[in-house]
């Protein structure tokens, strides 16, 4: 890691928490005795979850037959990984769009839904914890945005015009949003298999977990809105995946995270 991903840490007086109802939301689900009691008792407090929930759980992403009304039963549906995932995604909402503007809201939206279904497909992780791994993978972006929002931009402007990200981050920053994500995930408190896939999104056989970081790697690869280059023998020796079959499921997972984000977008 760069030496310098500390001396910027230590310039940004405070880094961002993680907001509050997901630490709580987080702290319920590594607790076998509680449940969905515990977790509607949470959204109780925060209306604006509860609405955002009750769309979801009603938009076609979910696509259940009758009409969810209450908190409980959209829980009793979803079930808990579920709901952690909803919670993830809308309490992280304000600081994303915020901190990185809606692309990037919805960049991350898509890069959880990616690594969700190609975890299902695979096999080769949780597709719970690949949801929070793809919708949290660029969350170190946000501290290069607020350590100087000027030379962020001069960022994004090389990379639009063809520059790698890392190494237009490294040439302006002496740091990358990887290992600045890394830095954050462990501050937060994320597991370390979420700290580790964030850290190594772009660079999987560097990792001590090459697999699963291979799948963050591949999601966010065919989450971009233009077609990204990836490198295929990689990803198919550690996930089994040819190339047509990757292109069909990146168009079922634009169709699912358009729905998906139609319905959180509306609010
Ligand atoms: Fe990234
Ligand atoms: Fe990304």
Request: proline share 2%; charged share 20%; aromatic share 6%.
């Amino acid at each position: 890691m760069s030496l310098d991903s500390n001396k910027l840490l230590e310039q940004i007086k405070e880094l961002p928490a993680m907001p509050n109802v997901i630490v709580k939301a987080l702290g319920i689900m590594k607790d076998d005795n509680s449940g969905t009691k515990e977790l509607s008792d949470i959204m109780a407090y925060d209306q604006a979850l509860t609405t955002q929930v009750l769309k979801l759980v009603n938009s076609a992403y979910y696509g259940f037959a009758q009409e969810i009304t209450s908190v409980n039963k959209a829980l009793a549906l979803l079930g808990m990984t579920q709901t952690r995932n909803i919670i993830i995604a809308v309490a992280m909402k304000p600081m994303l769009t915020s901190q990185g503007g809606r692309d990037m809201w919805k960049h991350s939206l898509k890069c959880g839904v990616a690594a969700e279904y190609l975890a299902n497909k695979t096999g080769v992780a949780d597709a719970a914890d690949a949801f929070s791994i793809g919708f949290l993978h660029d969350i170190g972006k946000i501290l290069l945005n607020i350590a100087d929002t000027m030379t962020y931009q001069k960022v994004k402007t090389m990379v639009r015009n063809g520059m790698d990200v890392i190494d237009a981050e490294n040439e302006l920053f002496e740091t990358n949003h990887a290992d600045l994500g890394f830095l954050l995930a462990k501050k937060w408190k994320l597991s370390v298999l979420l700290a580790n896939c964030i850290k190594y999104h772009h660079d999987p056989m560097s990792s001590s977990m090459p697999q699963i970081s291979t799948l963050a790697y591949l999601a966010n690869k065919i989450s971009h809105e233009e077609p990204d280059l990836f490198d295929e023998d990689m990803v198919k020796e550690q996930l089994g995946l040819e190339i047509n079959q990757i292109m069909q499921y990146r168009d079922e997972i634009n169709e699912k995270s358009s729905a998906l984000f139609a319905t959180l977008n509306a609010s």
